[in-house]
């Protein structure tokens, strides 16, 4: 997952998922506080592996993003730490 703080700011990930099948995520973002933000939705498999948007907050306030089965399982967790992007969060 690749993040930019800007106006906007914008989310952009590269997902590999195990079998060519495509599946629809639902992607929620985590943030500071605990809650859960969705942000849109994604099929991705087989030649789809991407998926980007621009988010409603400042970078800085996203800890997780989860994109989410049609199952209720986060079948792919990126924990971010854009306040300090290059050491432990």
Do not use: C, E, K
């Not at 906007?8 to 639902?26: C, E, G, I, K, M």
């Not at 942000?39 to 030649?47: D, E, F, M, N, Q």
């Not at 997780?64 to 209720?72: H, I, L, P």
């Amino acid at each position: 997952v690749f993040g930019y703080q800007g106006s906007p700011s914008w989310l952009f990930a590269t997902v590999h998922l195990p079998d060519s099948s495509t599946q629809r995520f639902y992607i929620q973002l985590i943030i500071r506080d605990g809650r859960d933000l969705p942000a849109g939705s994604a099929v991705l498999g087989g030649r789809h592996d991407t998926w980007a948007a621009r988010i409603p907050m400042a970078l800085s306030r996203v800890t997780q993003v989860r994109f989410v089965a049609a199952d209720g399982q986060a079948t792919v967790v990126a924990n971010l730490n854009a306040r300090s992007p290059w050491g432990p969060g």
